[in-house]
């Protein structure tokens, strides 16, 4: 029995080693000692279980097509906690993603959560960039109705539709809250704007093309 001991020591150095803090719901938490001013992290406050109805669980806004006449072509609808309560805590969210013939979901990022992409209706031509310590390698694919393609959670990642015709397909997110980042509108549309200098250099161009990027009215499909 004296290899007991050591497996009990050896259990409990595992788990602290394995130990860290829960991920983000949210992008940022700043702390407060004043508890009236503050606010949920990780989650919203619950419903009395004893009150809580099927209406709750159950979500509608799916029915329709999303409006694509807009610049970019798409509609995204989301199911996150924001629009659906029933998923608080419950770590899944979902959305609709409806394309014009050419519509484009832009490059974005979701930094809370995985992408799992099915696609019902059309043809798209989807894709993520691994992190530069993989040497930013595009992975593409070709989706028909009925393929699905996952996209790892925090890859900039995008969606065009080639076809002629709409395209229709359902995202599912391993987040409540997944979060959103669409490149084009977060580094030229920031509020205030990034310095002109900043990305004229990051991206190499002379600053009248940076001037003209920030003066355009970058769109947000979802």
Same mark, same amino acid.
């Given at each position: 029995?004296?290899?007991?001991?050591?497996?009990?020591?050896?259990?409990?150095?595992?788990? =602290?080693?394995?130990?860290?803090?829960?991920?983000?719901?949210?992008?940022?938490?700043?702390?407060?000692?004043?508890?009236?001013?503050?606010?949920?992290?990780?989650?919203?406050? =619950?419903?009395?279980?004893?009150?809580?109805?099927?209406?709750?669980?159950?979500?509608?806004? %799916?029915?329709?097509?999303?409006?694509?006449?807009?610049?970019?072509?798409?509609?995204?609808?989301?199911?996150?906690?924001?629009? %659906?309560?029933?998923?608080?805590?419950?770590?899944?969210?979902?959305?609709?993603?409806?394309?014009?013939?050419?519509?484009?979901?832009?490059?974005?990022?979701?930094?809370?959560?995985?992408?799992?992409?099915?696609?019902?209706?059309?043809?798209?031509?989807?894709?993520?960039?691994?992190?530069?310590?993989?040497?930013?390698?595009?992975?593409?694919?070709?989706?028909?109705?009925?393929?699905?393609?996952?996209?790892?959670?925090?890859?900039?990642?995008?969606?065009?539709?080639?076809?002629?015709?709409?395209?229709?397909?359902?995202? %599912?997110?391993?987040?409540?809250?997944?979060?959103?980042?669409?490149?084009?509108?977060?580094?030229?549309?920031?509020?205030?704007?990034?310095?002109?200098?900043?990305?004229?250099?990051?991206?190499?161009?002379?600053?009248?093309?940076?001037?003209?990027?920030?003066?355009?009215?970058?769109?947000?499909?979802?």
């Amino acid at each position: 029995m004296k290899f007991f001991p050591t497996f009990v020591l050896l259990a409990l150095a595992s788990s =602290c080693a394995f130990a860290s803090d829960p991920s983000p719901l949210q992008d940022f938490c700043v702390a407060v000692n004043d508890p009236n001013s503050a606010v949920v992290v990780n989650g919203k406050f =619950c419903k009395d279980p004893k009150l809580t109805m099927a209406d709750d669980f159950f979500f509608t806004k %799916f029915r329709y097509p999303g409006n694509t006449s807009n610049q970019l072509g798409s509609k995204v609808t989301t199911a996150f906690v924001d629009q %659906f309560p029933g998923l608080n805590t419950l770590g899944i969210a979902m959305a609709r993603l409806d394309f014009a013939p050419y519509g484009l979901n832009p490059p974005h990022i979701h930094p809370r959560g995985t992408e799992m992409l099915a696609v019902m209706e059309g043809t798209l031509h989807v894709g993520f960039v691994t992190s530069n310590q993989l040497n930013n390698t595009l992975f593409t694919k070709v989706l028909t109705k009925g393929d699905v393609f996952v996209f790892p959670q925090g890859l900039i990642h995008f969606q065009l539709n080639i076809g002629q015709t709409n395209a229709l397909a359902f995202a %599912f997110l391993s987040s409540q809250n997944p979060g959103l980042i669409t490149i084009a509108n977060s580094v030229f549309a920031s509020k205030p704007p990034i310095n002109v200098d900043v990305l004229a250099k990051a991206f190499q161009v002379d600053n009248k093309l940076i001037n003209y990027l920030q003066e355009q009215n970058w769109f947000d499909n979802h």
